[in-house]
C-alpha cells in the first residue's frame, strides 16, 4: 500500500512559478503527475518510469516543468515556470504498483493551481 500527499500549490500570476511537492509512504516505482480541471477529463503532466528511468512530458508543459526525485526522502517534485492560465488545475501525484506496471494506481489528494491572468 502506497499512501500520496501532494503539496506546494497556490495562486500565481501568469509567468511566474511553483514548486509541487509529493511524499509517498511505501516502496514506490513509477511516478507521475496528472492534472484536472473542472469540466475536463484528467490529463497526463509527466513521469519517470521505474523501468527506463526516463522522464516524459506532455507537449504542454515540455521546457516549462521539470519532473525530479529525491530518493532519500521518497518524494517527486514538479518544478512549474512561466504558468499560464490553462495550467490552472487540481494536480495529482500517482504511483504504479509494480515496477513494470504501465499504469498508474495509487494518487493523493491533489494540491490545488490557479494561475491568474
Known amino acids: 500500500q502506497v499512501q500520496l500527499a501532494e503539496s506546494g500549490g497556490g495562486l500565481v500570476q501568469t509567468g511566474g512559478s511553483l514548486r509541487l511537492s509529493c511524499v509517498a509512504s511505501?516502496?514506490?516505482?513509477?511516478m507521475a503527475w496528472f492534472r484536472q480541471s473542472p469540466g475536463k477529463e484528467r490529463e497526463f503532466v509527466a513521469d519517470?518510469?521505474?523501468?527506463?528511468?526516463?522522464?516524459e512530458y506532455a507537449e504542454s508543459v515540455k521546457s516549462r516543468f521539470t519532473f525530479s526525485r529525491e530518493i532519500s526522502k521518497n518524494t517527486v517534485y514538479l518544478g512549474m515556470n512561466n504558468l499560464q492560465p490553462e495550467d490552472t488545475a487540481v494536480y495529482y501525484c500517482?504511483?504504479?504498483?509494480?515496477?513494470?506496471?504501465?499504469?498508474?494506481?495509487?494518487w493523493g489528494q491533489g494540491t490545488q493551481v490557479t494561475v491568474s491572468s
Open positions: 519517470w518510469r521505474w523501468s527506463s528511468g526516463r522522464t
Open positions: 511505501g516502496r514506490t516505482f513509477s
Open positions: 500517482e504511483a504504479a504498483k509494480g515496477a513494470w506496471d504501465s499504469n498508474y494506481y495509487y
